[in-house]
C-alpha cells in the first residue's frame, strides 16, 4: 500500500464565501495537480489540510505503509511533520536568515534532509541571500526561500501552493524536474496548485460550492 490522504465530508467557507459544503476526496501518491478557476478555494483547501486553517466539519486522515491511520485533529503536531506546505509568501519567521530557516526546519522535522537543502539552495541561486534576513529578501527569493525549505524535508505529504509563480527561468526548471522525479518515485503525495503547467500523475477540478 502506497500513501493515501482521505478527506471526508469537508465543511468550510469564509464569511459570506461557502467554499466546500460535505467535499470529499481520496489522494494517492504521485503528483496530484489541482485546478479550478480563481477563487474557487484552492489556496484555502491547502492551508485545510495542512492544519494551518480548521475544518468547520470532516475530516483529513493520513494512511501510510505500516503505520497506524493519523487524523489531523487528534494530533497537530505529528501531524504537521507528515504534511508539508509551502504557500506563495515565503517563510513566516521572516526576521531569521535564509540560512537560520534551514536550521530552524531541522529542528522541527525529523525528516529534514540537509543535502536535499543545500541541492535547493544550489539550484535556486540562493547562497547570495542565505545570510540576509528573509524580511530583507525580494518577494521572489522569499518564495524561494520557503520552497527550498519545503522541499528539503522528506515528508510524506508535500503540499505546494504556486511553487512556480514568479521564480526565474532556471529555478522554474529545477521544480519541475523535482516534480518529474516525484512523479516517477510515486512514494509520496504532492499536491500542486498552479496556473502555470506542472508535471503530474493526475488532475483533480475544484469547484467553490455554490459556483
Ligand atoms: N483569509 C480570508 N478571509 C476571507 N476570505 C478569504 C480569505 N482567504 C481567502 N478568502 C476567500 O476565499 C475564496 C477562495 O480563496 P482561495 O485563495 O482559496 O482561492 P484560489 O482557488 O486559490 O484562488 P486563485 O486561483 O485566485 O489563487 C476567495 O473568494 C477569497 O476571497
Known amino acids: 500500500m502506497s500513501a493515501q490522504l482521505l478527506i471526508n465530508d469537508l465543511v468550510f467557507g469564509w464569511p459570506?464565501?461557502?467554499?466546500?459544503?460535505?467535499?470529499?476526496?481520496?489522494?494517492?501518491?504521485?503528483?496530484?495537480?489541482?485546478?479550478?478557476p480563481?477563487?474557487?478555494?484552492?489556496?484555502?483547501?491547502?492551508?485545510?489540510?495542512a492544519g494551518a486553517l480548521p475544518m468547520a466539519h470532516g475530516s483529513a486522515r493520513l494512511r501510510l505503509p505500516?503505520?497506524?491511520?493519523?487524523?489531523?485533529?487528534?494530533?497537530?503536531?505529528?501531524?504537521?511533520?507528515q504534511v508539508v506546505?509551502?504557500?506563495?509568501?515565503?517563510?513566516?519567521?521572516?526576521?531569521?536568515?535564509?540560512?537560520?530557516?534551514?536550521?530552524?526546519?531541522?529542528?522541527?522535522?525529523?525528516?529534514?534532509?540537509?543535502?536535499?537543502?543545500?541541492?535547493?539552495?544550489?539550484?535556486?541561486?540562493?547562497?547570495?541571500a542565505l545570510g540576509q534576513t528573509?524580511?530583507?529578501?525580494?518577494?521572489?527569493?522569499?518564495?524561494?526561500v520557503g520552497l527550498a525549505g519545503a522541499l528539503a524535508i522528506a515528508a510524506p505529504v508535500l503540499l505546494l501552493d504556486e511553487p512556480l509563480a514568479a521564480l526565474d527561468a532556471a529555478s522554474m526548471a529545477y521544480v519541475r524536474?523535482?516534480?518529474?522525479?516525484?512523479?516517477?518515485?510515486?512514494?509520496?503525495?504532492?499536491?500542486v496548485v498552479s496556473h502555470e503547467p506542472v508535471p503530474a500523475s493526475r488532475v483533480q477540478i475544484i469547484r467553490a460550492a455554490g459556483d
Open 134 to 144: 528573509v524580511a530583507e529578501l525580494s518577494s521572489g527569493t522569499r518564495r524561494k
Open 66 to 81: 505500516g503505520q497506524p491511520e493519523m487524523q489531523a485533529a487528534d494530533d497537530p503536531l505529528a501531524w504537521r511533520q
Open 38 to 49: 480563481n477563487g474557487c478555494g484552492k489556496s484555502t483547501l491547502l492551508k485545510l489540510l
Open 177 to 191: 524536474q523535482v516534480l518529474e522525479t516525484e512523479l516517477a518515485a510515486a512514494r509520496r503525495i504532492v499536491l
Open 85 to 128: 506546505w509551502s504557500g506563495p509568501d515565503g517563510p513566516p519567521f521572516t526576521h531569521l536568515t535564509a540560512a537560520e530557516q534551514g536550521g530552524l526546519l531541522q529542528q522541527l522535522y525529523p525528516a529534514f534532509d540537509a543535502k536535499a537543502w543545500h541541492a535547493a539552495v544550489d539550484a535556486l541561486g540562493l547562497w547570495p
Open 16 to 36: 459570506g464565501r461557502p467554499l466546500f459544503a460535505g467535499w470529499s476526496s481520496h489522494v494517492e501518491a504521485g503528483v496530484t495537480w489541482l485546478q479550478g
